[in-house]
């Protein structure tokens, strides 16, 4: 049974440009979150999706910042016009749609802004 | 104030020898509690769930105190694949999707 898989693992983007991370969570998952972990701090909840739905976003910046996960392939995090601050890694995570609330985390997206 | 705070160490220990720090987070509402791992900025695992009572699992110790609002982790019998960032992580009955951590601990196991 995969894992939760993230892609890419290394972004680089100019400022300006946009970031596109993907998250296909563990196989019979349906509820995915993204967490942003900026260095020397610890992850921080961005959002709480499930299937076609956002359940909560309160940790997402109110600008630029966009996520989603359709009926069919992967849960995306959309960073636009990317700023030196967005640099962070980007971890989702994937749990079961009931019983063990447990989160499975991916390897992450290290996105590097120049 | 940090939701959950932590001593970023480093701890630099010796193999065989017992580590021990905690964590303290500010909501009492809180009502779960875990210990994530965390090697070299990879992905978080779970170490172990904190339980009231306390709880054990293998080398590793949880305790959790309510009136103070800590968690401690304790690692006997240190061995080299110890070395790891340690996560503390709790999260609210009210969203309990939401996982608040700390920033880590850094545990560094020399031979």
């Known amino acids: 049974n995969a894992g939760v898989m993230q892609n890419p693992r290394h972004l680089v983007r100019r400022r300006g440009q946009e970031a596109r991370l993907r998250c296909s969570p563990m196989?019979?998952?349906?509820?995915v979150y993204w967490y942003r972990q900026l260095p020397e701090e610890g992850l921080k909840f961005m959002v709480y999706l499930q299937k076609e739905n956002i359940i909560d976003e309160s940790g997402m910046p109110k600008e630029r910042f966009s996520a989603e996960f359709p009926k069919e392939g992967p849960s995306i995090l959309r960073i636009q016009q990317v700023v030196r601050g967005d640099s962070a890694a980007y971890f989702c995570a994937s749990s079961p749609a009931s019983g063990d609330r447990e989160q499975y985390f991916g390897p992450g997206t290290r996105l590097t802004v120049t | 104030r940090k939701e959950v705070e932590q001593d970023p160490g480093p701890f630099n220990v010796p193999e065989g020898a017992t580590v021990a720090f905690n964590c303290t987070y500010s909501?009492?509402?809180?009502?779960?509690f875990f210990w994530y791992r965390q090697d070299c900025r990879k992905e978080p695992k779970l170490l172990m769930s904190v339980y009231s009572s306390g709880n054990e699992d293998g080398r590793f110790t949880a305790q959790l105190n309510r009136a103070s609002q800590y968690i401690s982790l304790l690692i006997r019998d240190s061995k080299l694949s110890d070395s790891a960032t340690y996560l503390c992580v709790v999260n609210l009955p009210s969203n309990d999707y939401k996982l608040s951590f700390g920033a880590g601990t850094t545990v560094t196991v020399r031979a």
């Open positions: 909501n009492s509402a809180s009502q779960s």
């Open positions: 196989k019979g998952h349906s509820h």
